[in-house]
């Protein structure tokens, strides 16, 4: 199985799934020069965000931590420890705030 993000040009193959482990992150380069941060969480679920930290501008969602508030997963930045839900990237610490999401499947290899 692959994990695979919805950009402009269609459907990108980041990863085998098998590649990713709960509760870490590892970052994509998507074709127009952006970054993903790509996650399974511990139910097998992938998740997709921007990578960039809004608060530093630094390209380090990815490394963050994952975790669950109110039933809600979020990864939290390494560096200022803002949360960001892994669904909507609202920030969960300044509503304000948001960060990019990415449709994610999953689909066989042939």
Sequence with gaps: MTVELRVAEGWLTVCELSA????RGVAALLPDGSQAAVFVDR???PWAIGNQDPFTGAHVLSRGLVGCAAGRPFVASPLLKQRFDLESGRCLDDEGVTVRTYPVRTAATS
Excluded at 20 to 23: E, T
């Design 20 to 23: 990713l482990v709960p509760g």
């Design 43 to 45: 139910s097998g679920r």
